[in-house]
């Protein structure tokens, strides 16, 4: 071979080392990148990961919470339903005691009601314990199904109230009928 022939070929081969280190060299600067990148990524989600398990315990410690507590209220509902309940029954044999007819009493005369002091005004069944006495068996007689008008035939042979309308409809709404 000529020694320009040697040297052209020596100057190509030096040429295509040169390209070829340059490639490996772009390569390695590309890998380190890639690899940089996706370390920063995998960080990120980690992260990421992290803030959400945090979240989800807290959610379920939350919920967790929430759970009891609404078993503590139905619980209570349950006791506050049983002593209603109770209350209804204890009303109920009242009642049933209230509507047994009771024998006449023996006749005998009658006896006068005091007459009022001029500063007091006279005390009416509508009053005081009256209005109150009479929204109790109102609301049993409600409670066990009576109609609304023989509770208010009721009313009227055993009370003397002012608005007797506004009585029943006071005890029909809250019991539902």
Same mark, same amino acid.
């Given at each position: 071979?000529?020694?320009?022939?040697?040297?052209?070929?020596?100057?190509?081969?030096? #040429?295509?080392?040169?390209? =070829?280190?340059? $490639?490996?060299?772009?390569?390695?600067?590309?890998?380190?990148?890639?690899?940089?990148?996706?370390?920063?990524?995998?960080? #990120?989600?980690?992260?990421? $990961?992290?803030?959400?398990?945090?979240?989800?315990?807290?959610?379920?410690?939350?919920?967790?919470?929430?759970?009891?507590?609404?078993?503590?209220?139905?619980?209570?509902?349950?006791?506050?339903? !049983?002593?209603? #309940?109770?209350?209804?029954?204890?009303? @109920?044999?009242?009642?049933? /005691?209230?509507?047994?007819?009771? !024998?006449?009493?023996? %006749?005998? %005369?009658?006896?006068? !009601?005091?007459?009022?002091?001029?500063? /007091?005004? $006279?005390?009416?069944?509508?009053? *005081? /314990? *009256?209005? !109150?006495?009479?929204?109790?068996?109102?609301?049993?007689?409600?409670?066990? @199904?009576?109609?609304?008008?023989?509770?208010?035939?009721? =009313?009227?042979?055993?009370?003397?109230?002012?608005?007797? %309308? $506004?009585?029943?409809?006071?005890?029909?709404?809250?019991? *539902?009928?």
């Amino acid at each position: 071979m000529s020694p320009e022939r040697k040297s052209a070929a020596a100057a190509a081969a030096d #040429r295509v080392r040169a390209v =070829l280190e340059a $490639a490996e060299q772009s390569a390695a600067e590309l890998r380190a990148e890639a690899a940089e990148e996706i370390e920063g990524q995998l960080a #990120r989600a980690q992260a990421v $990961a992290e803030r959400l398990s945090g979240r989800a315990d807290e959610i379920e410690k939350a919920l967790q919470a929430l759970a009891d507590s609404v078993r503590e209220e139905l619980s209570a509902l349950k006791a506050d339903l !049983e002593e209603l #309940r109770a209350v209804k029954e204890g009303i @109920g044999a009242v009642s049933s /005691e209230a509507a047994a007819e009771p !024998e006449p009493l023996p %006749e005998s %005369e009658p006896v006068p !009601e005091p007459e009022p002091v001029a500063d /007091e005004p $006279a005390p009416s069944s509508a009053q *005081g /314990e *009256g209005i !109150e006495g009479a929204r109790v068996i109102a609301l049993n007689m409600a409670l066990t @199904g009576s109609p609304r008008d023989e509770t208010a035939r009721y =009313l009227s042979e055993n009370f003397q109230l002012d608005n007797p %309308e $506004a009585l029943l409809d006071e005890v029909y709404a809250r019991v *539902g009928g």
